[in-house]
């Protein structure tokens, strides 16, 4: 069977890798319209690189008055568990020879000043009292707040009143040095073709069922043939999607959002008295994607602080491509459905195109604000963070992410955006369980499937503490992150 995959980020080699791994017969390809695996929206700066397993973000954790809901944050640290059996799978198999190329263990925290203390405490009571977060500790005490997250502590008045939690065995992940070893592990050992600089322009099908892909490869023009194709392409997966005709097409559309980060190089020394990511409350009408967050980020072997993100409104699909790409995509059984966002989310529109025009002075008072001193402690530097396209479904704005396939199983494609990254293999899992069913047919594909994955179903892992504990503690101890004795 012919398979192609577009875009060789973090999504394609992940599925790539996986399909090969259980299905060592299927031919695959993948066209990637950049020029290196991991090169777009998955690259180290592009990516925000938390490793989100929900232990800081309280947009997961939505309060309705008195009533917090931890159900998403349950399905995404589950998630992220699955995640790390693949990696660590990677690594005991030699196809990824030191973990910390990709992977290094990083604190997870969440501050909040006076105001938001009681969301606080309501949500570490009904987080720690289950088995995904046991170990997750909290404090109102300033030294032991410093003593986690020094650096947005050090300028702060003692009498100011904060609460913060912490996860000692949180990760940062790079997940653009994870998609270049996936990248070249498929094609060096699974035999996977991947072919760059190859942007798609157009897929259809052909009388005889097949997918016809047609492209431009460094200036020609060029055509595949897929018996299954794919769509992996971040925000350039809506235009493609447009032209499939397939009937499902016309109830989504694309969003995009853009975003910034502060950012500045930091000593081995000074990343070893700063080794977190906390995470501070969204303002009021910001997307859940701004939530501001100082990030310990490793990248090639050296630190940064990373400070955002800050959003902005910027109607391209992926970084590199044309307002006009985004408008070409747009059809006019979409307008409805972009006009109901901007009415029904005006103050989000709003928000987001005054963010776009803010300054480097504004974006250091934000930092300054969240860390008292630290603005001018490093020095800092904006840089562009990736693009990503939010889903509008049947008119209404959605975060997350939605795996769609068609009813023949001979296309399949990932809109939207976070958690992304962070629950790539789990996500591709179940892709490649509805749009190749039959590879999980025979005997030896269940074996090498459970070989990756000893366990991959979310329920069990949220149900069952016993099993998740064994899961978690034998991939942390592949992945090198240690739980300390102070937990």
């Given at each position: ?56 973000e ?9 009533v ?20 660590a ?26 105001s ?16 995904f977060f ?34 000692e ?23 996977v ?8 322009k ?5 009388p ?40 499902f ?15 500045a ?61 985004y ?25 987001l ?61 990932l ?73």
């Amino acid at each position: 069977m012919n398979v192609i995959i577009i875009g060789a980020g973090i999504m394609g080699t992940t599925f790539a890798t996986l399909a090969k791994e259980i299905a060592p017969e299927l031919d695959i390809t993948i066209l990637e319209r950049l020029e290196g695996a991991g090169a777009g929206n998955s690259s180290a700066f592009w990516n925000a690189g938390t490793g989100h397993e929900a232990n800081c973000e309280l947009n997961y954790t939505p309060v309705d008055e008195e009533v917090i809901s931890v159900e998403k944050a349950l399905k995404i640290h589950a998630q992220f568990n699955v995640a790390k059996q693949f990696w660590a799978y990677l690594i005991k198999k030699g196809t990824i020879k030191d973990p910390k190329t990709f992977i290094n263990q990083t604190k997870h925290c969440t501050i909040v000043s006076e105001s938001a203390i009681e969301e606080l405490q309501l949500r570490f009571r009904e987080m720690s009292a289950h088995h995904f977060f046991e170990h997750m500790r909290y404090s109102e005490d300033f030294d032991e707040i410093k003593s986690w997250i020094p650096y947005t502590m050090e300028g702060r008045p003692r009498d100011e009143k904060m609460a913060a939690t912490v996860i000692e065995t949180g990760t940062d992940v790079n997940f653009g040095a994870l998609t270049e070893q996936m990248a070249a592990y498929a094609v060096q050992d699974l035999g996977v073709k991947i072919e760059y600089g190859t942007h798609v322009k157009r897929v259809h099908r052909s009388p005889s069922g097949r997918w016809i892909i047609e492209a431009d490869s460094r200036g020609t023009a060029v055509q595949h043939k897929a018996d299954v194709l794919f769509v992996g392409a971040g925000g350039g997966a809506f235009p493609l999607l447009k032209k499939s005709h397939l009937p499902f097409r016309k109830r989504f559309t694309g969003f995009p959002v853009g975003g910034r980060f502060l950012q500045a190089p930091i000593t081995k020394e000074q990343a070893g008295d700063y080794r977190a990511k906390t995470y501070g409350k969204a303002k009021v009408g910001a997307p859940p994607m701004s939530v501001p967050h100082l990030d310990l980020r490793v990248v090639d072997g050296k630190h940064y602080l990373l400070f955002g993100p800050f959003a902005s409104f910027k109607p391209v699909l992926e970084k590199g491509r044309s307002f006009f790409d985004y408008l070409r995509s747009i059809r006019l059984h979409d307008i409805p459905g972009l006009l109901n966002v901007a009415l029904e989310h005006f103050p989000l529109v709003k928000y987001l195109v005054s963010e776009t025009f803010k300054g480097e002075k504004s974006m250091l008072e934000e930092l300054e604000s969240f860390a008292p001193g630290l603005s001018k402690k490093f020095d800092w530097k904006p840089i562009e963070a990736g693009q990503r396209v939010q889903i509008i479904k049947d008119g209404d704005l959605q975060m997350g992410t939605e795996i769609l396939v068609s009813k023949d199983k001979t296309y399949g494609t990932l809109l939207g955006a976070s958690p992304g990254a962070s629950v790539s293999p789990e996500v591709m899992l179940r892709c490649l369980e509805k749009l190749l069913p039959a590879i999980f047919s025979n005997e030896k594909a269940k074996q090498k499937k459970k070989e990756i994955f000893p366990e991959d179903t979310l329920d069990t892992l949220i149900n069952h503490p016993d099993r998740y504990r064994e899961i978690r503690d034998a991939v942390n101890k592949q992945l090198g992150i240690i739980r300390s004795t102070a937990e």
